[in-house]
């Protein structure tokens, strides 16, 4: 009697790329057709842990449909195919493995494993309900969770500690090798059409020329995105002094929603920059980058390391900070209507485009929670609803570094909103693209509108209260950089510069890559 055809069944979630894939190779190795599928989680589109936000906002969403677009279109180029179905995997899935037993015979189920409780929860069910044995793998950091000097529950609660060590004891593992062609899908199979927004409850996102993201979602965008950031452009050689940027493509990498969703891995990027070290040059910048991926990995290892903390209240210190949770305050916050430009700058973006820089993510997560005292899970969980590189690891992560309850010594770190705009918008040209109403403002007078003379203001065609809100705050340290009547200058700085009479810039936290950690890169 003939042997069946063998068919391996490839969930994917947020590892939408076949480059250095090794769910796709080892599917392709095992059988004799293989069944890519993604499943578009109804639990993914309803309210955030504690406060109700849409977990997906306009912009994610759009960033994910486009990355999925991208895959179909890839895997068909290989060969193979994508099935799309709308579901939870724990109950698609053993549905599929029945439907397709009748032509095939369904030797694995075969996916990516992730660190946090809701992805694992399924990982569980799929042990639970599937029929067939499974096999997985570990791929979303850039060091192997089996390659780092400790286990899990060792990790170092100090980000220096867990690189020092990373970095001298452990080995970044070479891209895996990918089969030309993929094995097809399996005869007859229906693969689904690609939801669109209105299934989702969610309005087609409105396009904004003044986003410093303008870039789509998908694997191949991605891999451009890295082509030009380091041989078409050389950009990469200047990271570590244009990072702090806050208009344009080209300030930072801008990979974090592609590291995000799976689209480019970080192997990829790692092994990228090195063949550039080779072959143009190595120095402080390219070495930032790969200083930001570890970052990265950083957060992956604390929510292996602590679960469920990472989103408690308390935090993984434990502690408790009798936070406000007064939703006026927050509202002008979200909006961009807070009457202290930088934030609302910085907001508004945000709110338009689904990003915002490194600085900018720094800047308003610290005023929401040591300026307006507000409970640190509002600002985590809006921005899991509107950024499109949302990371859940790194954004978790560091708005609890930023409000005190997370993994850094330095809990009682606080940000000077006057001082941190003047540093890197010295002139204010940011303010004025993302709040128009302080346009007729010149130079860095338009961080400080509350303390401009009624002429002034006149001239300016602002009226505090009415075209432009009163500050909802005004923090004590802000008036040491309020330029005095008859001074020559503000006491800022140069556009990008470090932070000047306070101290240092508080260090990147991952966050080009996401704030989401953000950081962001």
């Not at 409105?206 to 998908?218: I, L, Q």
Request: aromatic residues 12%.
């Amino acid at each position: 009697m003939a042997s069946r055809s063998r068919a391996v069944i490839c969930l994917l979630r947020n590892n939408l790329r076949y480059h250095d894939n090794e769910v796709f190779q080892w599917a392709h190795r095992n059988s004799d057709f293989v069944v890519p599928i993604y499943c578009f989680d109804p639990r993914h589109y309803k309210g955030t842990w504690h406060f109700s936000f849409p977990k997906t906002g306009p912009h994610k969403l759009k960033f994910l449909l486009e990355s999925i677009a991208d895959l179909r279109d890839v895997l068909k180029q290989k060969g193979s195919g994508l099935i799309i179905r709308q579901g939870k995997p724990e109950a698609i899935i053993p549905e599929l493995i029945k439907s397709l037993q009748s032509e095939v015979e369904v030797t694995g189920l075969v996916y990516e494993n992730e660190a946090t409780k809701e992805e694992l929860d399924v990982e569980e069910a799929l042990r639970v309900l599937c029929s067939v044995p499974i096999k997985t793998f570990w791929a979303s950091s850039l060091y192997h969770k089996d390659d780092i000097p400790f286990k899990a529950s060792q990790v170092p609660n100090v980000y220096s500690d867990f690189r020092k060590q990373v970095e001298n004891r452990s080995q970044v593992r070479p891209l895996v090798q990918m089969p030309d062609k993929l094995k097809p899908l399996p005869p007859g199979v229906e693969e689904g059409e690609l939801p669109t927004y209105p299934s989702f409850g969610i309005g087609d996102p409105v396009s904004d020329d003044r986003t410093a993201f303008p870039f789509s979602g998908g694997e191949t965008t991605g891999l451009g995105r890295l082509d030009f950031y380091l041989w078409g452009s050389d950009k990469v050689a200047t990271y570590k002094e244009t990072r702090n940027g806050l208009i344009g493509e080209d300030y930072s990498t801008k990979f974090s929603p592609w590291l995000a969703h799976g689209c480019i891995s970080p192997r990829q990027i790692y092994w990228e920059v090195k063949r550039y070290e080779k072959e143009r040059t190595s120095n402080q910048s390219t070495y930032w980058v790969i200083f930001e991926l570890l970052w990265r990995d950083y957060f992956k290892f604390v929510a292996l390391k602590f679960g469920d903390k990472l989103f408690y209240r308390s935090g993984v210190r434990g502690l408790d900070i009798p936070w406000k949770k007064d939703m006026h305050l927050f509202e002008a916050w979200k909006t961009g209507k807070t009457g202290v430009p930088f934030v609302d700058a910085n907001m508004r973006e945000m709110a338009a485009t689904g990003f915002m820089s490194n600085r900018g993510r720094q800047n308003v997560a610290s005023f929401l929670v040591k300026d307006l005292g507000l409970d640190w899970l509002l600002g985590a969980e809006w921005f899991e609803h509107l950024l499109t590189d949302h990371d859940v690891c790194s954004n978790y992560g560091n708005w609890q570094y930023s409000a005190g309850v997370g993994n850094d010594p330095r809990q009682d770190r606080k940000f000077n909103m006057v001082k941190q705009g003047l540093d890197y918008d010295a002139e204010g040209d940011y303010i004025r693209r993302w709040v128009p109403e302080l346009q007729g403002i010149k130079g860095g007078n338009v961080h400080v509108p509350w303390t401009l003379s009624p002429n002034v203001l006149a001239r300016a065609d602002v009226k505090l209260g009415e075209t432009y809100p009163q500050p909802i705050v005004i923090a004590p340290e802000w008036s040491r950089h309020v330029k005095k009547p008859g001074s020559a200058s503000r006491g800022g700085g140069g556009r990008g510069g470090g932070a000047r009479g306070g101290g240092p810039p508080a260090k990147q936290r991952g966050i080009d890559f996401y704030f989401k950690g953000g950081k962001t890169f």
